[in-house]
């Protein structure tokens, strides 16, 4: 059974960091590319990064290059996703993709607020 559960999430000031990770099992971990999605309140849940299985190959949407990092630990199973420079416009909740399988997380919320 796969499953991919977020944690790290929380509130934080405008300009702060997080770091969430999404821990894998139920699959071959070291196989599948991994994503890391957002929805906001009332909009369409958006592609935020997504990394090859061996992690040498990683793409970003334009509106967090430069701000996020998304990495992978194939040892540990773990996808993590770097925020820094969160902005108020980041606020949302995060969600973790299996980028083959198509299974998701239950996601963990970001709030980026003063």
């Known amino acids: 059974q796969v499953q991919l559960v977020e944690s790290g999430g929380g509130l934080v000031q405008p300009g702060g960091s997080l770091r969430l990770s999404c821990a894998a099992s139920?699959?071959?971990?070291?196989?599948?590319?991994m994503n890391w999605y957002r929805q906001a309140p009332g909009k369409k849940r958006e592609l935020v990064a997504g990394?090859?299985?061996?992690?040498?190959?990683?793409n970003y949407a334009d509106s967090v290059k430069g701000r996020f990092t998304i990495s992978r630990d194939n040892v540990k199973r773990t996808v993590y996703l770097q925020m820094n420079s969160l902005k108020p416009e980041d606020t949302a909740v995060y969600y973790c993709?299996?980028?083959?399988?198509?299974?998701w997380g239950r996601g963990t919320q970001v709030t980026v607020s003063s």
């Open positions: 139920g699959f071959t971990f070291g196989s599948d590319p």
């Open positions: 990394i090859s299985s061996s992690g040498g190959s990683t």
């Open positions: 993709r299996n980028g083959r399988l198509g299974s």
